[in-house]
């Protein structure tokens, strides 16, 4: 079989199994909903795992005593 038969073939093939895409405007305005979603939703509570704070402490320990790694920490930021 040809390059173009092949070709020819697989497009009729996505043809039929992918929709067109005529409609794509939306129904209505999405907008309204989302801000009376924001305002029900209660604000995320900042919570800060132990380990979070267990490696942060670890690495102000380590650029305390050896601030040589300052430029090797920043270098890889």
């Known amino acids: 079989?040809?390059?173009e038969g092949n070709?020819?073939?697989m497009k009729d093939l996505l043809k039929q199994?992918?929709?067109p895409a005529s409609d794509t405007e939306l129904r209505r305005d999405l907008?309204?909903?989302?801000l009376r979603k924001l305002e029900e939703a209660p604000?995320?509570?900042l919570h800060v795992p132990w380990?979070?704070?267990a490696?942060?402490?670890i690495l102000s320990a380590v650029l305390l005593f050896f601030?040589?790694?300052i430029p090797a920490l920043l270098y890889h930021l």
């Open 1 to 3: 079989m040809s390059r």
């Open 7 to 9: 070709n020819k073939e």
């Open 17 to 19: 199994v992918i929709a």
């Open 31 to 34: 907008w309204p909903q989302m």
């Open 43 to 45: 604000a995320p509570e």
């Open 51 to 53: 380990f979070d704070w």
């Open 55 to 57: 490696l942060a402490a």
């Open 67 to 69: 601030p040589g790694s």
